[in-house]
C-alpha cells in the first residue's frame, strides 16, 4: 500500500506540472477572490470538509495542499489543522465505539499491536512524532489510537502539533501550485519530498523499536 500512495503522489504532482503548462489556469488571487467571495461560509466548509474527509480515509496531502491554494500559507495551514484534528478525534471516538476486533479487521493485527506498542510508551510523543510519518497512514492511525491506551487529551495535542510542519509544507506548495516553476515552487515540492523521505526513514526506526515492521 505504501507503494501505491507513493505512485499516486508522484502521478499527482506530474499531473499538476503537465496541466500547469498545458491549461491556462486562473491566478493565485484570483481563486482566492472566488473564496473570499463566498464569506465566512468558505473557512467553515473547508474546516469541516477536513474533518469529514479525515474520517473517510480522504487523501490528507490533497486538502492540505488545497489549503495553501485556497486560503493563503498561514490562513489554509491553520484551518487544514483545525479540520485534521477534528477528523482525527472523531476517527479516535469510533474507534472506541467500535471496539478492538472491529478496528483489528480495518487495519490489521500487526498493525494494531504495533500502534499499541508505540503508543504505551508515550502518550503525546508517540501522537505527535506518528503525524510527521507517512508509515502509518494518518486515518488509519486515528482509528488504531481509539483502542489503545492513549489519552483524548494527549492524542488532540500531539495531533495539532505534529500537523503544524507537514501541514505548513503542504500549504505552501499549495500556495505555489499555479505557478509550477518558479523558485518558490520548486522550494515548497523540494521541501514536501524531503520531509516525507525524512518521516519514512524515521517511522521506520520507530516501528523497528516498538517491535513492529516498517
Known amino acids: 500500500m505504501r507503494e501505491v500512495r507513493a505512485i499516486a503522489l508522484g502521478a499527482l504532482v506530474v499531473a499538476l506540472v503537465v496541466v500547469s503548462l498545458v491549461v491556462d489556469l486562473p491566478g ?4 482566492r477572490s472566488w473564496t473570499r467571495g463566498a464569506g465566512a461560509w468558505a473557512p467553515a466548509a473547508f ?3 477536513c474533518a469529514g474527509g479525515t474520517a473517510v480515509f480522504f487523501p490528507k496531502p490533497v486538502l492540505a495542499t488545497a489549503s495553501g491554494l485556497l486560503f493563503g500559507v498561514l490562513p489554509g495551514a491553520a484551518l487544514a489543522i483545525i479540520g485534521f484534528t477534528a477528523g482525527a478525534l472523531i476517527s479516535f471516538g469510533i474507534g472506541r465505539l467500535l471496539g478492538r476486533e472491529a478496528v483489528a479487521r480495518w487495519l490489521g493485527s500487526s498493525r494494531l499491536r504495533t500502534l499499541d506498542e508505540v503508543f504505551a510508551k508515550n502518550g503525546l510523543a508517540a501522537t505527535l512524532v506518528l503525524r510527521l ?3 502509518i497512514p494518518f486515518a488509519a ?4 489510537a481509539g483502542v489503545t491506551a492513549v489519552r483524548p487529551v494527549l492524542f488532540a495535542l500531539g495531533t495539532a502539533l505534529g ?3 507537514t501541514t505548513l509544507v503542504a500549504a505552501l506548495l499549495g500556495d505555489a501550485v499555479l505557478d509550477f516553476g518558479s523558485p518558490r515552487s ?3 515540492l523540494t521541501a ?3 520531509l516525507g523521505a525524512v518521516g ?3 517511522g521506520r526506526i520507530l516501528l523497528r523499536r516498538a517491535g513492529g515492521t516498517a
Open 47 to 49: 474546516a469541516l470538509l
Open 186 to 188: 520548486i522550494a515548497a
Open 192 to 194: 514536501w519530498l524531503v
Open 28 to 31: 493565485e488571487h484570483e481563486v
Open 200 to 202: 519514512v526513514w524515521w
Open 141 to 144: 492511525s486515528n482509528y488504531g
Open 133 to 135: 510519518l507517512p508509515v
Open 163 to 165: 500537523l503544524v510542519p
